[in-house]
């Protein structure tokens, strides 16, 4: 990915690869105004990258879903929230460093 | 501290017979030895000739199943036995796994116990390859490989046939951050192996060049069609731009909590915004990362970030694509509160 891309191309190469990290079948597809449509067998997620006022942020949003559209101040909890989504399987685990007292 | 070697390889890849050999050379003298053998009655100790008190048999189970009882357990008592002077000075502990082992949670242990911390170092994996039989067993045992992915150093054992050169191949694009070597009936020097200063290299910089020069064959081999079915890929990432210490942090996690298990091992030379002339060395075992080791300096002129990725079967562009937009958007978080 260049450095120069901007946020649209940024995220549908994000949203991409994350399916594949997930072995999840599905495709992303970006709109001209940036937002990325998600689908899958099993879900169609939205992701969008909102910098109207203040601060940017992330929606996630299910169009096809009873849930409000979903605000993240980051790529973690993008990612997270979008993973939950089209139901991938729970294979990670927290980080850690170092030694842990409570492991 | 004291530095713990892992001593790992498939049944029959000749692991105790070059522990054997190993032991015999004066550099090893003072090492402690922790045998673990499957089943009840043990055999390896029998065939391992060192001194009975440096060698300690675990036939619980197998240590990467029963890691923090026993393995623990038995560190700690051999570190007691020592400081009580009950047993020989040792300066060094390896610990042989049984052949079915994976690697991965013995290493994780070692690095995470704070029971250990201060006292013990973790040095590195080594792990043994049947020449003959490597090959074979590669494809027929998933664990084979593991070990062999997560190895940081790999001793081929048992040939010097010219076989062994496309067996070699493979294994260096199973790891590519693996150094590789031969031993015929055990014969390799210690220094090789040992203290590698893998996991802290503050006192070894120039190691780091070592395992970072496997790069450039990840790089060769990160679009390769997988051709034995290994179903493990390395990918090596360079970037010239420093990185946030929070964009770093970041995409520690999100590799944590997205990519589980399937990152087996992950080793980089990094270039942080807030220490540039200092690079960052960070080592990782699936989610579990030893402390960063700050280096005084660059190994070499060149100072640009380096990571390697061995994983199992994970899209390598995904690593670049996330740390480049974590990296973004924390820059341009800083950026606003200007």
């Known amino acids: 990915m260049s450095e120069s891309l901007d946020w649209g191309q940024r995220l549908e190469a994000l949203l991409t690869g994350a399916l594949a990290i997930w072995r999840i079948d599905g495709q992303v597809e970006r709109d001209a105004n940036g937002i990325c449509i998600l689908e899958t067998e099993q879900a169609k997620v939205t992701i969008a990258r909102v910098t109207d006022d203040g601060d940017p942020y992330w929606e996630v949003a299910n169009p096809n879903g009873d849930l409000p559209p979903l605000p993240f101040g980051g790529i973690q909890g993008m990612l997270r929230a979008v993973k939950e989504a089209v139901g991938a399987d729970e294979t990670g685990t927290r980080l850690v460093i170092g030694p842990q007292d409570d492991r | ?338």
Do not use: Y
């Open chain 2, 1 to 338: 501290m004291l530095p713990v070697s892992v001593l790992t390889g498939f049944l029959g890849s000749g692991k105790t017979t070059l522990l054997s050999r190993l032991l015999r050379h004066e550099d090893m003298a003072k090492t402690a030895v922790i045998i673990n053998e499957f089943g009840a009655v043990g055999l390896d100790h029998m065939l391992v000739e060192a001194s009975d008190e440096n060698i300690v048999q675990l036939n619980s189970g197998c240590l990467c199943c029963t890691i923090r009882g026993d393995l623990v357990f038995t560190l700690l008592d051999l570190l007691g036995r020592r400081d009580r002077g009950e047993v020989m000075a040792f300066e060094r502990i390896v610990i042989e796994t049984t052949g079915l082992a994976d690697p991965a949670p013995i290493l994780q242990a070692l690095i995470t116990d704070t029971a250990l911390a201060g006292d013990i170092q973790v040095d590195g994996v080594v792990t043994t390859v049947d020449a003959v039989t490597g090959a074979a067993t590669l494809d027929r045992h998933p664990e084979s490989v593991k070990q062999a992915a997560v190895a940081d150093r790999i001793v081929l054992t048992k040939t010097d046939l010219p076989e062994a050169a496309e067996l070699q191949d493979r294994l260096s694009t199973v790891n590519p951050t693996a150094s590789l070597f031969t031993a015929i009936k055990g014969d390799i020097a210690p220094g090789l192996l040992f203290d590698s200063g893998v996991f802290d290299p503050s006192a070894k910089p120039a190691d780091v060049q070592a395992w970072l020069a496997a790069e450039e064959h990840a790089h060769d081999h990160a679009h390769d069609v997988n051709r034995h079915g290994d179903g493990i890929t390395a990918h090596a990432m360079v970037r010239e731009k420093p990185i946030h210490a929070v964009a770093l942090t970041l995409f520690l996690e999100i590799l944590a909590e997205h990519c589980g298990p399937d990152l087996l091992r992950m080793k980089g030379l990094v270039k942080l915004v807030e220490s540039a002339d200092r690079p960052a060395v960070v080592h990782g075992v699936q989610n579990v990362f030893h402390p960063p080791v700050w280096l005084d300096r660059w190994p070499a002129e060149d100072r640009s970030s380096k990571l390697v990725f061995i994983t199992k079967d994970l899209p390598g562009q995904w690593f670049e694509d996330l740390l480049q937009a974590l990296d973004a958007e924390v820059a341009e978080a800083h950026e606003r509160q200007r």
